[in-house]
């Protein structure tokens, strides 16, 4: 079956209703894990897939989505968390032309470090994934994509920052240019640039960087 986009709920940092229902909008199939499926309840969203090792669902919430006649799926691997449970159901039933994740902030750091290595693996793999939360959009840089136009609005910021390492890494369009330079986590970070011109060029040789732009809905 081919769906052009999904969005995947994760049970991070709550999005508001208002959040949730705009990326709903241009959605073919949500899916929630078992954790997020409990906001979702309280916002009223209808979802496609509840995904996940379930432990997380409570029965209030497992028998509101069931009546609806949304899909349950239990998967107890402890090989992988709940984000990649969503992502391999995503990808093998639907091939989609693009993922939107929210609530990827987990509860703890850890989550959240978790998440992006997630983010960026499957990104490798799938193609067009991205991840928003209250004020940003997420998204990287890697082989298979190793450059990016982005529109940006004038002396807003936009930060790069290497996962573990990008090589070559060019910008054009920002008030603090980078060359042809090779940006290291713990040792050379692109915190909080200014975007002075648009369309931005962010391109890189090798490895991988973790772009964070501004996303100008109001959470």
Do not use: W
Not at 169 to 177: I, M, Q, S
């Amino acid at each position: 079956m081919n769906t052009d986009h999904i969005l995947i709920l994760l049970d991070g940092e709550q999005p508001t209703k208002q959040f949730v229902d705009h990326f709903i909008e241009n959605s073919d199939v949500v899916i929630a894990t078992d954790g997020a499926a409990r906001y979702a309840k309280q916002m009223d969203v209808s979802l496609d897939v509840i995904i996940g090792d379930l432990d997380s669902l409570d029965e209030k919430t497992h028998d509101h989505y069931r009546g609806k006649d949304v899909k349950i799926i239990k998967n107890p691997s402890q090989y992988s968390n709940d984000f990649e449970k969503a992502l391999d159901y995503a990808n093998e039933q639907f091939k989609p032309k693009s993922i939107n994740v929210l609530g990827i902030h987990g509860k703890r750091t850890d989550h959240l470090l978790t998440n992006f290595s997630v983010l960026l693996r499957y990104s490798i793999t799938l193609g067009n994934i991205a991840a928003y939360d209250a004020t940003h959009k997420h998204f990287f840089l890697h082989e298979n994509m190793p450059a990016v136009f982005i529109e940006g609005v004038f002396e807003s910021q936009i930060s790069l920052t290497p996962m573990p390492i990008a090589y070559g890494v060019t910008t054009k369009g920002l008030f603090y240019p980078i060359n042809d330079e090779d940006m290291k986590f713990g040792d050379r970070e692109g915190l909080s640039n200014i975007i002075t011109s648009s369309p931005v060029l962010v391109s890189i040789d090798s490895g991988a960087l973790l772009i964070s732009v501004p996303f100008p809905l109001a959470p």
